[in-house]
């Protein structure tokens, strides 16, 4: 403080990790990698009644080149798991990972040999959402979560 | 006519059994005929619809051979249903494919291939159906494990 008083008026200071990650916070653009119920979830978290533009997260994109949120919601099988990994390798950095539910997280009920125990045995998860499925206000807890920790991290962690 | 007279009229030495299960006759044949059987069964007693082909595993059960191979007919003109079942030997899981008499046949026997690794001679194009290319073994099969044999874990970990 101090400097605002000696620059004309209309200028304020900042520094420019808060700037940048106050931008990126509030503008998310999830990709959603939905693959079973979840994902209905997901279509209610961001239709009107509970409507994630209200975090600047509505602009779904399909395609990973576009986005910087995967929310993957669903079980991830044997066969799917390659199109998982390809998908995330093709988002730009910055990105974050939302694994949402059950099946993504652990497994859910569905230990067999074609179902991926987790997903973050093979790609890096920033927040797990319980439930299965979740509610659409554990996906709006989630989201806000994602927010915070853009918030914290330093944009030299992100290229 | 009745699918199994008509079955056993022809093929006597093949039938292994009969019966009737829900109004619905099942026959149990040998594997080495089956593909005159099916057509018999097409052709003479009017069954002319293969609603499904699928496969048991009797494992340790004491039944005749491990396998079972099971076709569902249904005839769209009679509207009666009937069931076919021959058994394959676990030593050599292999029987003729239906695929040239049913065009139902192919992505069927792809699947039991896939699953229960029975292969089907003469099939076009036998691959499999359902789980990727390079999966090794055939999971339905009693004596596989259920977690599998560590293909779950089998990919690369992501490094930013």
């Known amino acids: 403080m101090g400097l605002e008083s000696m620059l004309p008026d209309g200028v304020l200071t900042s520094r420019i990790e808060a700037l940048v990650n106050w931008g990126r916070k509030n503008s998310l653009w999830p990709m959603p990698f939905g693959t ?15 409507d994630l533009a209200r975090f600047g997260a509505e602009v779904i994109r399909f395609s990973p080149r576009q986005a910087d949120l995967m929310i993957v919601s669903g079980r991830i099988a044997l066969k799917m798991m390659p199109v998982l990994l ?23 009920i569905f230990d067999n040999y074609a179902m ?8 890096p998860v920033d927040v797990y959402i319980p439930g299965c499925p979740p ?6 807890d989630a989201v806000m979560e994602i927010q915070k920790k853009v918030e914290r991290e330093s944009i030299k962690q992100r290229a | 006519m009745d699918p199994i007279e008509a079955v056993k009229a022809k093929y006597a030495d093949q039938v292994l059994g009969t019966g009737t299960h829900a109004g619905q006759p099942w026959i149990d044949v040998k594997r080495d005929r089956i593909v005159d059987i099916l057509k018999t069964l097409r ?62 046949a192919p992505w069927a026997e792809r699947e039991v291939w896939d699953l229960y690794g ?24 009693k004596d596989y494990p259920l977690t599998g044999r560590g293909e779950r874990m089998n990919f690369p970990r992501y490094v930013p």
Not at chain 2, 63 to 83: C, G, I, T
Not at chain 2, 118 to 126: A, R, V
Request: contains cysteine; glycine residues 6%; hydrophobic residues 40%.
């Open chain 2, 43 to 104: 052709d003479d007693v009017g069954l002319d619809m293969l609603t499904d082909l699928t496969a048991v595993d009797h494992l340790n059960q004491g039944l005749p051979e491990r396998f079972a191979v099971v076709y569902q007919f249904y005839s769209v003109k009679d509207n009666v249903r009937a069931r076919v079942k021959a058994w394959v030997p676990e030593a050599d899981p292999t029987i003729d494919s239906a695929s040239a008499l049913y065009r139902s």
């Open chain 1, 116 to 123: 991926i125990q987790g997903i973050d045995r093979f790609i």
């Open chain 2, 118 to 141: 029975i292969k089907f001679n003469g099939h076009p194009d036998l691959k499999r159906l359902m789980l990727p290319e390079n999966y090794e073994g055939h999971p339905l099969r």
């Open chain 1, 36 to 50: 079973a119920c979840c994902a209905i979830e997901l279509m209610g978290t961001l239709s009107s009644r509970y």
């Open chain 1, 135 to 140: 509610r659409p206000e554990s996906v709006i």
């Open chain 1, 86 to 108: 390809k998908i995330w390798e093709q988002m730009p950095e910055p990105k974050w990972c939302i694994s949402m539910g059950a099946c993504a997280s652990c497994g859910g």
